[in-house]
């Protein structure tokens, strides 16, 4: 696990681009916006980006939902802006992630135009048609977004799969030639020199051909059972390597995986023909209940801590892990982990010391940086995201009220990490100078990159002495990770250590002053708090070195 990469060490800055920057003023981020503010990026001290999904979609799913995965989206820019933004990334000495959906495409991808013409079409067979039973759906499974998976369409009187919402119809990975289709995008892309992959929800390409019904209500367990680690995954996994992957052996490959367990993870990274990453959602799912999303439970600091302990133990001899607080698909950081009133600033730093000291690649999601919280829906039509508009249709008919659900979307809903990225202090946030495709937080006039920029004390400045902090010392990325204080239920502390490289993070996660011996042959290398204390104060963090 030592074995020194690149993509080990490095940082990587996420970009949802809808949200970023708006070079052209009708309201939607784009490319030529990420290219200026790649100064911004490259000031950061992180090594790569990773880009949510560019390509042509219908975007009903923030594009999730591809139409074309070799053409740009025309709200986003053209391709030869695409690779003006490589090449200035390159020239930065930054490396590009690309984000690639292969579990399913857009309904409106000629493939699927094809597919859904006759049970005859030869491309048919690229997507999964099942007649149902007695007028009703093949089998019982629930969508990532509400009601069936299963969607009837007149034309053949059959019905497709779709895991997502019914514009994202399941790629069927059984057929040889649909395989091949996507190994020559995904070389499309590689050639062009993109030096990693994330793969969308990659644990569930292999589907149970069977298709049983779910014996579960509890949401993530159908997602472990039915959806995810299917019979041939590790084989089709082994396939792209050997037929595209290890033509390009520099490339990171990180695959998405609701439903990867610790027991089963390193199914997916073998050395020889597996993946480089995953990211796991142990963290991401303590606090949902059996409904999934938007049926919060109660967390723990003990159970928290727990899963970065279970994680990092299950990679100890191989593999390697991916450390991320949040990203395009859950709350923002500060809101939910941190405290983002009082102790608004301290917090968001003491998370930040945990992304950057904690043993596995670092993904920081754009604005978590600068501390962005989460925003506020004052009705459901304000939200932008199928998955809380459906949620709604579900909770509706369950007799939930407006008010009760969105109270569970304001806490957990997607919209928290969409909203614009906020640069200046104007009340447009310097995004975009139309009209944004999404309101930007309000507190924009407070929370904001240039405000931080010129105060050496913010939440920015901070981040950017973590980088250099993790970049300095090879302990934070490869030293052994050893947790402290196992029981307590406010303080995470461990040690990182690489031969005679020692460190000790402390970390508060609390609103009160708590006793914390520290060995005294320490010297702090960094801190929340400028001075020191005998005792740990609220939210601090620290990071000593022996
Ligand atoms: O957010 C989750 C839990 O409610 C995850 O299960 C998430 O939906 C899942 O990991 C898949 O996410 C990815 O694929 C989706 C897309 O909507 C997300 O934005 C993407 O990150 C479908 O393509
Ligand atoms: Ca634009």
Redesign the pocket.
């Known amino acids: 696990m030592n074995q020194r990469t690149w993509y080990k060490e490095a940082i990587v800055y996420q970009i949802y681009p809808r949200s970023f920057k708006d070079s052209n003023g009708d309201g939607v981020g784009d490319l030529r916006g990420v290219i200026q503010k790649l100064d911004y990026i490259n000031s950061l001290g992180v090594d790569a980006v990773w880009l949510n999904p560019i390509y042509k979609s219908p975007n009903d ?2 594009g ?2 591809i139409s074309d995965y070799l053409s740009i989206q025309p709200e986003f820019g053209t391709m030869q802006d695409f690779d003006e933004l490589l090449l200035e990334l390159h020239q930065r000495g930054l490396k590009l992630i690309m984000d690639l ?1 292969l ?2 495409s857009s309904d409106e991808h000629p493939w699927f135009i094809e597919s859904k013409k006759s049970k005859t079409n030869p491309y048919r067979d690229f997507y999964f048609w099942k007649q149902g039973k007695e007028n009703a759906p093949p089998n019982n499974w629930p969508s ?1 977004f509400g009601g069936s998976a299963w969607q009837l369409d007149e034309t053949t009187g059959e019905y497709y799969l779709h895991l ?1 919402s019914k514009k ?1 119809p399941d790629l069927n990975w059984e057929n040889a030639a649909l395989r091949a289709e996507v190994y020559k995008l995904m070389e499309f892309w590689l050639k062009k020199g993109v030096d990693g992959l994330r793969l ?2 990659i644990s569930a390409i292999s589907k149970r051909t069977d298709f049983p019904n779910t014996d579960t209500l509890d949401f993530n367990e159908t ?1 472990r059972k039915y959806y995810s680690n299917g019979p041939r995954l590790k084989e089709f996994i082994a396939e792209t390597r050997s037929k595209v992957l290890d033509q390009f052996p520099h490339v990171m490959t990180v695959g ?3 439903g990867i367990t610790p027991q089963n993870a390193l199914d997916y990274l073998h050395e020889e023909d597996g993946l480089n990453m995953i990211f796991h ?1 142990g963290h ?2 303590m606090d ?1 209940g059996a409904g ?2 938007f049926d919060p439970i109660a967390w723990t600091m003990k159970d928290f801590k727990q899963v970065f302990k279970t994680w990092d133990d299950a990679f100890k001899k191989q593999g390697w892990g991916s450390i991320f607080l949040g ?4 709350a923002r950081m500060v809101s939910r982990w941190g405290n983002d009133g009082v102790h608004w600033q301290k917090s968001s730093k003491l998370l930040i010391t945990l992304l950057l000291s904690m043993r596995g690649t670092t993904f920081v999601f754009q604005g978590d940086e600068i501390g962005m919280t989460n925003t506020t829906l004052h009705s459901i039509a304000e939200s932008k995201d199928i ?1 809380t508009q459906n949620g709604w249709l579900d909770a509706k008919r369950r007799g939930e009220s407006e008010a009760e659900f969105l109270k569970k979307a304001n806490y957990s809903g ?1 919209d928290n990490a969409r909203t614009p990225m906020q640069w200046t202090a104007m009340e447009d946030g310097g995004f975009s100078s139309g009209n944004p495709w999404m309101p930007l937080n309000k507190n924009t006039t407070k929370i904001n990159v240039a405000q931080q920029e010129s105060d050496n004390t913010s939440i920015l400045s901070y981040f950017k002495e973590m980088a250099y902090l993790k970049k300095n010392n090879h302990a934070l990325t490869y030293g052994s990770y050893q947790l402290l204080e196992v029981e307590d239920d406010r303080i995470f502390a461990y040690y990182r250590q690489e031969e005679k490289e020692k460190f000790m993070v402390v970390l508060n996660f609390s609103n009160e002053s708590l006793n914390f011996p520290i060995a005294h042959k320490a010297t702090k290398v960094i801190g929340n708090y400028d001075d020191v204390s005998a005792i740990l104060r609220p939210w601090e963090a620290l990071i000593y070195k022996f």
């Not at 990203?327 to 859950?330: A, T, V």
């Open positions: 799913d923030g999730y939902d959906v579990n399913h990532f997502f994202q969308d929800v997602i998405e995986g609701p959602f991401m799912f949902q999934g999303r990203n395009h698909d859950f998955e997607r």
